[in-house]
């Protein structure tokens, strides 16, 4: 919040800190992905700086939009964006091995990416139009489990395993931030944990073997533990201050699978070492906390479970992606948005931080009128 | 309702304030548990993953070591490298292996079993070593692949080196051959050299017992590879250090005239230097090529070999086992006079000996014989009566003070060192198995038998030449084959009226009318002296003396030997299987090999005229028999295959 009688009212209120915190996020995430080419702006820190430019001024966009606007538009939204999703599953061509894209044409979207920003919302206002003393009743879970439920079905059937949880992790943090009891969680969490063994039996071939390496990466050195293998000797052999930019032999010589995009942490720690490596996360902690002070703000029930929900979206891209990367975590397909290339996550991450803008903005404004 | 309503929003709010410190914290915790595990990755595991990271990147490539030459005591070359041409498979670089190798196959002719190898070794092969595909590749074939490089990624044609015997089969049995690795050698030494395509290591011989001194220092090009097998960048190379040469003992052109002389024969010659031990030559015959062991054999070959009556796989010169029949008898003399009989002493001899109620037999009837004659004539009479007055067991000593049934210090693979008998070895045998022998106590024909060389002593025919070296010298010659020795070796305590005595029989053998007059040395002041012996093959049956009929039971034909006879320089020792006598088959081979010690000219000559009745030159035999054997393998693999 820099106040100055030279910059103009709109500029001055915008969160610079946030802004600032985020810009070097990306920055750093740009510097990487020139080191992953090869040292070049072509073919990836060229296109991921447009889009980090282009969705950092669709989050000021967001920024201006009023809570009572995402309230009233939250539920067709979401329901656009279900029957989107569906159209994928039903229509959508196989690209990747995986139905993720709806062609319209213009552009190919990705309708999951918006579904994470959407179920916090649409979430946080299921309860806020639940009354209050029934938050213990049946009625406080069947429709919330629902929407998650429906979108995160149809995500995992895409089969897009990674979106599907990160779905489910904001929908069931909202939940459990709104005061559902406790039961709720713990019993299922232990009904699924019993589960697995069933559901592993349906998943997919690929899917299995992820799971299976996850366990055991040796067991499959070459094969599908390649990517943790590799992705752990880059890691590992950064050491504390690095190999030194522009010199990750892992990620240079192709050792490393996917450096720019999934595992473009490692190639980071490979050259950073440590340093740059806790230098990230703590960013990320940092953003994290800022979203979370504004959920811990927000006057309004809404804006508290929105913010915390969105919140919870940035944060599973980051601790999924991480946990994976280092191997503690199978391996799926979620990349560290503003490091990894790869415009959608950008764009869904800067959906996420445009509102959480806007709820900021209106807080303070309230503060003010107050 | 509204009471109640406030309260629940109040508790809702004090709600999300706690569980919002619970997610917080959750937050928290994982991010510090990202960051332990970066610090686990990077720092605590960073030596672990900077090795990994390093062998991701960088491969070594072994560059095999130039095998040390193997020359003679004169520095002729006996065993060198020949550069040949090779193609080899980068499994890494390989774009379309199933195609890339099909493509070779024809290119180079390879057969499917090769085809096969090279698919298996390509599937099991990791990263920078190469795969061999073939060696000693005709220039034509090679210049085809090298045209067509460009569609074959992967193929690496290089030059490589073949060990190459320039005398062939001469030398085969004491250089013996070299050739890949095998699986079990390589498990014992776990050396990554050892599978290095084109390296090999010696199999036999003194290839084998040498390599450690032979084989070099391999070197080693670093490169820089990413991880699609592309070439970054080469790192400072490692340059290899050829094997250092050794030299030998052998005189490489003695030895090839004495292999070759040998001829059809299948039998041994061994020839020292008496004064200081040095091996001069070492000859067995006949010998696999071991040439074609460099190249690698072929079945047939392999067959026609090992299944050959004349057993061209044994070096007959160390671990053939023979009884040395009356080459003995100088050393039997020897015995005699330290325990006392007068070399002057006469013995009749009626044409045999009688003990009890056994008789004897002497080759001839000698009368009246003293030890220059006995030994002159070969008298067997002489030497049952006088062994059987001192004893064997005062004979055996003197047998192995002269190297007889010894295991001498050599770099040989193997030594089959036989058996000098006397009572306590007779005893000893029987305990361990009652069946060998009708008695344990050591008896009178037992020490008869022994004493003519027949009975239980068997030698092998180095030790016969190391006894014959011992007795022209009187000097404790040990035998050498590595380098060349300049200073004598120290005196036997032998007194030298006792060699005198002895060596004056063996003078009278080939120079006086001894039993190898046909083979005396005619040069000027050069004299041959030494023993014949004909030791039996089977017993003596029905009158039938093993001097006719099936090949394989014929008498050994043997004879020792030194020269010249006033002041002795080389001694050996001749042994020609089956060869009827040692007369007749033995002593004119010792001739002539001395001959060409002394006057080269005409030993060449002597053998110009002599092969050219066997039908050619030793390598031109060679080369027929392995054209005849190529035909016969063709041939096999033409006609259909009988069901496994």
């Known amino acids: 919040m820099i106040s100055s009688a030279i910059i103009p009212q709109p500029l001055a209120r915008l969160p610079w800190r946030l802004i600032f915190l985020v810009s070097g996020i990306g920055l750093f995430g740009l510097m990487n992905l020139y080191s992953a080419a090869g040292g070049s702006i072509q073919p990836w820190a060229m296109r991921q700086g447009a889009a980090f430019l282009m969705f950092l001024g669709l989050a000021i966009v967001l920024s201006k939009v009023r809570e009572t606007t995402i309230k009233s538009v939250i539920f067709p939204i979401y329901v656009a964006i279900v029957l989107m999703l569906i159209a994928v599953d039903m229509l959508g061509f196989v690209g990747k091995g995986a139905q993720r894209w709806l062609d319209l044409g213009i552009i190919r979207l990705q309708p999951s990416e918006f579904m994470k920003p959407a179920i916090a919302l649409v979430l946080a206002r299921f309860y806020e139009l639940l009354p209050a003393g029934d938050i213990k009743r049946w009625r406080a879970i069947w429709p919330a489990a629902a929407l998650i439920g429906v979108p995160a079905v149809l995500v995992i059937v895409q089969p897009d395993l990674g979106t599907g949880l990160m779905v489910t992790f904001a929908g069931v943090t909202v939940m459990f931030l709104a005061g559902v009891p406790l039961r709720w969680f713990l019993v299922p969490a232990g009904a699924i944990a019993a589960a697995i063994p069933i559901i592993y039996q349906f998943l997919h071939g690929y899917q299995k073997k992820r799971i299976d390496t996850f366990l055991d990466p040796e067991s499959d050195p070459l094969g599908s533990g390649y990517h943790i293998t590799q992705s752990k000797i880059a890691i590992g052999s950064g050491g504390f201050s690095g190999k030194g930019y522009l010199k990750g032999s892992q990620s240079h010589l192709q050792y490393l699978p996917e450096g720019h995009t999934d595992f473009a942490f490692a190639t980071l720690a490979e050259e950073w070492g440590m340093l740059g490596g806790t230098l990230v996360i703590l960013a990320y902690l940092m953003v994290l906390r800022w979203g979370m002070k504004v959920a811990a703000n927000a006057p309004t029930r809404f804006g508290q479970l929105s913010c915390a929900g969105l919140s919870a979206v940035l944060f599973s891209y980051f601790a999924i992606n991480l946990l994976m990367v280092m191997g503690l975590a199978p391996v799926v397909g979620i990349p560290l948005p503003l490091i990894s290339y790869g415009g959608s996550a950008v764009m869904t991450v800067m959906i996420c931080l445009g509102l959480l803008m806007s709820f900021e903005r209106q807080q303070r404004t309230r503060n003010r009128l107050a | ?644």
């Open chain 2, 1 to 644: 309702m509204n009471f109640q309503g406030r309260i629940t929003n109040v508790h809702q709010s004090l709600s999300f304030s706690r569980r919002m410190a619970i997610v917080g914290g959750a937050q928290a915790a994982v991010a510090a548990a990202l960051v332990g595990r970066l610090g686990w990755l990077a720092v605590a595991e960073n030596e672990k993953y900077n090795l990994l990271s390093e062998d991701n990147r960088v491969q070594l490539i072994i560059v095999p070591p130039r095998r040390g030459w193997i020359i003679d005591r004169l520095g002729k070359p006996i065993a060198i490298n020949r550069s040949d041409f090779r193609v080899d498979l980068i499994p890494d670089q390989m774009e379309d292996p199933r195609r890339t190798v099909a493509t070779l196959a024809q290119l180079l002719a390879l057969s499917p079993d090769e085809v096969d190898r090279i698919r298996r070794e390509l599937a099991a092969a990791r990263g920078f070593q190469p795969v061999q595909v073939a060696e000693n590749v005709p220039y034509e074939r090679y210049a085809a692949v090298t045209v067509r490089l460009p569609e074959l990624p992967g193929v690496q044609p290089a030059r490589g080196f073949t060990r190459y015997y320039p005398a062939g089969s001469a030398v085969g049995h004491l250089i013996g051959y070299v050739g890949a690795a095998s699986a079990k050698e390589y498990e014992k030494e776990k050396n990554p050299l050892l599978i290095t395509p084109g390296f090999k290591i010696g199999k036999e011989g003194l290839e084998k017992t040498l390599e450690t001194n032979l084989r070099g220092i391999p070197g080693g090009q670093r490169v820089e590879v990413s991880a699609r097998g592309k070439l970054i960048r080469e790192l400072t190379p490692k340059p290899d250090r050829s094997g250092a040469p050794v030299q030998l003992s052998i005189d490489a052109g003695l030895q090839e005239y004495a292999a070759r002389r040998l001829g059809e024969e299948s039998g041994s010659c061994v020839i020292l230097d008496c004064q200081t031990g040095d091996i001069v030559c070492m000859a067995s015959m006949p010998a696999y090529d071991p040439n074609s062991f460099s190249d690698g054999i072929g079945r047939t070959e392999w067959k026609t070999l090992s299944e050959d009556p004349r057993k061209p796989l044994l070096n007959k010169t160390v671990n053939a086992l023979y009884p040395p029949g009356s080459t003995i008898k100088p050393m039997v003399a020897l015995a005699l006079q330290a325990h006392g009989v007068d070399p002057k002493e006469r013995v009749h001899c009626p044409g045999g000996y009688r003990l009890g109620n056994r008789f004897f037999r002497c080759l001839g009837r000698h009368g009246s014989v003293d030890m220059h004659r006995a030994i002159a004539k070969s008298c067997n009479t002489y030497f049952y009566a006088m062994g059987n007055r001192v004893g064997y067991d005062r004979i055996a000593p003197m047998a192995r003070m002269l190297g007889l049934g010894q295991k001498f210090d050599l770099p040989l693979v193997s030594q089959s060192y036989g058996t000098v008998p006397d009572s306590e070895w007779k005893r000893r045998r029987y305990a361990d198995n009652q069946k060998l022998f009708m008695r344990p106590d050591w008896t009178a024909s037992d020490t008869l038998n022994a004493s003519i060389g027949q009975g239980y002593l068997i030698l092998n025919p180095l030790q016969l030449a190391v006894m014959s070296a011992r007795i022209a010298s009187g000097r404790n010659a040990q035998p050498t084959l590595l380098g060349v020795h300049q200073d004598p070796a120290s005196m036997l305590n032998i007194p030298q009226e006792h060699l005198d005595a002895v060596r004056g029989g063996m003078w009278e053998v080939v120079n006086g009318d001894g039993t190898a007059g046909a083979s005396r040395i005619t040069l000027p002041g050069i004299e041959m002296a030494g023993k014949t012996g004909t030791a039996q093959v089977r017993r003596i049956a029905g009158g039938q003396r093993g001097q006719g009929g099936d090949w394989r039971y014929r008498d050994h034909g043997l004879f020792v030997f030194f020269a010249p006879f006033d002041k002795p320089r080389y001694a050996g020792a001749v042994v020609i299987e089956h060869g009827m006598g040692g007369a007749r088959a033995a002593a004119p081979v010792a001739k002539d090999a001395l001959m060409y010690l002394f006057d080269r000219p005409a030993a060449e000559k002597r053998l110009a005229e002599l092969e050219t009745g066997w039908g050619g030159t030793l390598a031109e035999r060679t080369a027929r028999r392995a054209a005849a054997m190529d035909a016969a393998a063709a041939s096999a693999t033409a006609a259909p295959r009988p069901a496994a």
